[in-house]
């Protein structure tokens, strides 16, 4: 038996947590949540297939890191894991910058997110 997909999905917002969750609750995938990067750096070790991690993150009286923080510690540790940045951002420097740091999708949070984001979770997962 093929053992289910891990992905980690990583927000600061509870409701984008929970709408991600439900959204691949039908897929034929396994899934951790958290809260903020330095959370999900100590737990990369777990081995996931995929990483949907937001790009801003904001802690009340902590400095924390941002997305491309985030995922420059990822490539350290695993240069080919595939991750596709979630955002509000729709700067093309931005986007641009997380492109040329290997990110496999970038996907603005609006309106049906959750749509295009279960297309790009699909085609990577059949990928592998």
Do not use: C, W
Not at 1 to 11: G, N, R, T
Not at 105 to 124: M, N, P, R
């Amino acid at each position: 038996m093929k053992k289910k997909p891990l992905i980690f999905v990583v927000d600061d917002d509870p409701m984008v947590l929970r709408l991600i969750q439900e959204t691949l609750s039908d897929e034929p995938v396994k899934v951790m949540s958290f809260n903020y990067g330095e959370e999900l750096i100590e737990k990369l070790h777990l081995g996931p297939d995929l990483i949907i991690l937001d790009y801003i993150f904001e802690k009340k009286n902590a400095l924390v890191m941002n997305g491309l923080e985030i995922l420059t510690r990822i490539r350290d540790k695993n240069e080919d894991l595939p991750v596709i940045i979630l955002s509000g951002q729709e700067s093309g420097n931005t986007v641009l910058e997380l492109m040329k740091a290997g990110i496999e999708d970038y996907i603005i949070k609006g309106k049906d997110f959750t749509v295009k984001l279960l297309i790009a979770v699909q085609e990577i997962i059949n990928k592998r």
